[in-house]
């Protein structure tokens, strides 16, 4: 990755900075002070830029105009993110071009091809089909991390964020102001990926997610045998175990442990795990619906969604939940209003999907193998790159207000800005877009005194921007050599 100097200073609007070319805007669309349906328009110089994700409800895109913006980046395939993407490309006036990995891609299609089987929204009100999902990828451009690509002045280029598979951090330059968005990241390694680079110089701003606050996670080895030890202790009772969980991420490290678990006792060997998803193998079973399964004795079963709000995890919930044998591993974030959210909390009841209430008896864990970043991997995070502004996104508004709190007593001594924006609130700075000229020959002997004029032949890297007749005795070829 080619180097652009030192990054610009960036500072409040002065009486010296108004001019709009030196303006920066950052406005979320979403997820200003929520998870979810998270969405960032970026305008630098008349640059209209977009990150777009989504979950829910859609981004307030009527806030902006989609045909203004260049470029859009998708960090990666989870639905909070990618969601309203066939919707954007396919049904607003967006003209520019969209970028995502390798991984992300090909597993977006996959996910929104069956988000759109299992919805229960009627076809009249569906936002896109699976035509619109084809047409999308199609507009679709790929991106390998580190490489450098360029659009209308915008360079950008990506790292590895962890959290899952192809997920992506995104670092944008123009005219010298770098910005870096994280998008759900993560600087711890489990059993299937790399933690998060850290980039190797600091932005100017870093957009970054803040999902867990100022809470810390417990050291992996104590959530793995936490996690090993309640669905033994459950299977010796001759209960079952249901795991809600998204069918892709968290899953797939989740099903490694099972599986070398399993591995390593024998005992369990004919207890069946059942996961949701034909990407099962070794110890582990597939399952496709509630009517495939044959609920009889002890079992584990992975299911989506991971909030129980649908689908086969709340169909073996409301199956399971009246039994004290049974159990309920919450295995990370889950958003306010979920019925996952709600049985954390120690409930005596709940309200099934018919209507009617049924007691709650089973027990309920909450054992956090999220691959966001706590409170430690941010303030690290942060530490290592000392961005001279923050914005933070991604998270409950509370949850957010702490870690604003916690981030600026930590920065104090930097003079750090850390601005936690709400949905289609606007963050304006200004810059210096300071420009470097490089000299040869004569204009080359000796320092210019500010003010003074510097007369020669302008030329850009790609254009001649400035055409002057200068008289030259000499061989075309040493001139020719000179100029490169």
């Known amino acids: 990755m080619a180097s652009t100097g030192p990054p610009q200073s960036l500072k409040r609007s002065d009486t010296s900075l108004t001019r709009e070319g030196d303006q920066l805007i950052i406005t979320p669309l979403g997820a200003g002070n929520e998870v979810g349906r998270s969405s960032v328009y970026m ?11 989504h979950v829910a409800a859609l981004p307030y895109f009527d806030e902006i105009d989609p045909s203004t913006i260049d470029v859009l980046l998708v960090t990666h395939f989870h639905l909070d993110h990618t969601a309203s993407l066939p919707y954007f490309l396919e049904k607003t006036t967006f003209k520019g071009r969209v970028f995502m990995t390798h991984a992300t891609k090909a597993i977006y299609k996959l996910l929104l091809s069956d988000y759109v089987k299992v919805s229960t929204v009627s076809v009249e009100d569906m936002l896109y089909d699976e035509q619109d999902i084809l047409r999308s990828m199609d507009k679709i451009e790929v991106i390998d991390f580190h490489q450098t690509l360029e659009v209308n002045g915008i360079r950008f280029w990506c790292y590895t964020a962890g959290h899952v598979l192809g997920a992506a951090m995104f670092m944008v330059d123009i005219a010298g102001v770098r910005v870096l968005y994280t998008g759900d990241y993560s600087c711890e390694e489990d059993w299937h990926l790399l933690a998060a680079e850290i980039p190797q110089f600091s932005p100017d701003i870093c957009i970054i997610e803040s999902t867990y606050g100022v809470q810390l996670h417990q050291p992996r080895n104590v959530r793995e045998k936490r996690f090993t030890d309640v669905i033994h202790s459950t299977i010796s009772q001759g209960g079952c175990v249901l795991i809600p969980a998204f069918a892709l991420g968290r899953a797939q490290e989740l099903l490694l442990i099972l599986d070398e678990y399993w591995s390593n006792h024998p005992e369990l060997h004919n207890i069946p795990i059942y996961f949701a998803s034909p990407l099962a193998k070794r110890h582990i079973s597939s399952l496709k619906g509630i009517e495939n399964f044959n609920d009889v004795g002890p079992s584990v079963v992975m299911a989506s969604p991971n909030g129980l709000q649908s689908g086969l995890s709340r169909q ?9 044998k049974n159990a309920c591993v ?3 974030y889950v958003l306010e209003g979920t019925l996952a959210k709600t049985i954390i909390n120690e409930l005596k009841e709940v309200t099934i999907m018919n209507g009617l209430t049924a007691p709650l008896n089973m027990q309920v864990h909450y054992i956090s193998f999220s691959a966001h970043a706590d409170f430690a991997q941010t303030s690290t995070f942060l530490k290592e790159l000392m961005p001279p502004n923050i914005i933070l996104v991604h998270g409950e508004s509370n949850e957010m207000g702490r ?5 600026i007593t930590q ?3 930097r003079k750090t800005k850390i601005i936690s924006p709400k949905n289609c609130q606007s963050v304006e700075m200004y810059f210096n877009s300071e420009k470097m000229v490089k000299t040869i020959g004569r204009l080359a002997e000796k320092t210019p005194e500010v003010g003074e004029t510097v007369s020669g032949l302008l030329l850009s890297t790609a254009n001649i921007c400035r055409r002057i007749t200068i008289a030259f005795s000499g061989a075309f070829g040493v001139l020719k050599h000179r100029l490169k």
């Open 43 to 53: 305008s630098i110089k008349g640059k209209p830029y977009c990150i777009l994700r």
């Open 411 to 413: 920065f104090a001594d």
């Open 330 to 332: 919450i295995l990370g």
């Open 316 to 324: 073996l919930f409301e199956m399971w939940c009246s039994d004290k």
């Open 403 to 407: 870690l604003k709190h916690k981030l």
